[in-house]
Protein backbone atom coordinates (compact mmCIF):
# COMPACT_ATOMS: atom_id res chain seq x y z
CA UNK A 1 0.00 0.00 0.00
CA UNK A 2 1.39 3.58 -0.68
CA UNK A 3 0.33 6.92 0.62
CA UNK A 4 1.25 10.51 0.20
CA UNK A 5 1.52 13.80 2.60
CA UNK A 6 2.22 16.63 1.66
CA UNK A 7 4.61 18.34 4.28
CA UNK A 8 5.67 21.69 5.42
CA UNK A 9 8.78 23.34 7.14
CA UNK A 10 11.40 21.33 4.48
CA UNK A 11 13.85 23.60 3.31
CA UNK A 12 17.38 21.63 2.24
CA UNK A 13 18.55 18.18 1.61
CA UNK A 14 18.88 18.06 5.30
CA UNK A 15 15.55 17.99 5.58
CA UNK A 16 14.86 15.45 3.15
CA UNK A 17 16.71 13.50 5.04
CA UNK A 18 15.41 13.37 8.38
CA UNK A 19 12.09 13.16 7.13
CA UNK A 20 13.63 10.08 5.01
CA UNK A 21 14.98 8.33 8.86
CA UNK A 22 12.00 8.89 10.01
CA UNK A 23 9.85 7.10 8.28
CA UNK A 24 12.20 4.29 7.33
CA UNK A 25 12.26 3.91 11.28
CA UNK A 26 8.71 2.49 11.26
CA UNK A 27 7.95 -0.47 10.98
CA UNK A 28 6.46 -1.89 8.46
CA UNK A 29 8.03 0.98 5.59
CA UNK A 30 9.22 -0.52 2.76
CA UNK A 31 9.97 2.58 0.22
CA UNK A 32 10.38 6.55 1.38
CA UNK A 33 10.42 9.03 -1.85
CA UNK A 34 10.51 12.98 -0.02
CA UNK A 35 10.42 15.42 -2.89
CA UNK A 36 11.34 18.39 -1.66
CA UNK A 37 10.58 20.64 -4.96
CA UNK A 38 6.79 19.29 -4.85
CA UNK A 39 7.12 19.57 -0.41
CA UNK A 40 5.44 15.75 -0.11
CA UNK A 41 6.57 12.33 0.58
CA UNK A 42 5.57 8.63 -1.09
CA UNK A 43 5.48 6.02 1.49
CA UNK A 44 5.47 2.27 0.21
CA UNK A 45 3.97 0.47 3.13
CA UNK A 46 2.86 -3.12 4.87
CA UNK A 47 -0.61 -1.92 6.19
CA UNK A 48 -0.48 -5.29 8.57
CA UNK A 49 2.06 -3.17 10.16
CA UNK A 50 1.21 0.34 10.05
CA UNK A 51 -1.06 3.14 8.89
CA UNK A 52 -0.96 6.67 7.95
CA UNK A 53 -1.58 8.00 10.95
CA UNK A 54 1.93 6.28 12.31
CA UNK A 55 3.47 7.91 9.18
CA UNK A 56 2.08 11.23 10.06
CA UNK A 57 2.83 11.10 14.04
CA UNK A 58 6.80 10.15 12.51
CA UNK A 59 6.80 12.97 10.09
CA UNK A 60 5.90 15.29 12.93
CA UNK A 61 8.21 13.86 15.45
CA UNK A 62 10.58 14.89 12.92
CA UNK A 63 9.68 18.40 13.53
CA UNK A 64 7.50 19.36 10.10
CA UNK A 65 4.03 19.78 9.75
CA UNK A 66 1.77 17.85 7.55
CA UNK A 67 -0.64 19.68 5.67
CA UNK A 68 -4.43 18.28 5.43
Do not use: N, W
Amino acid sequence: MEHTFQIEGMSCGGCVAAVEQALKSVPGVTTVRVDLGAKSALIEFDPSKTAPPALREAIEAAGYEVVA
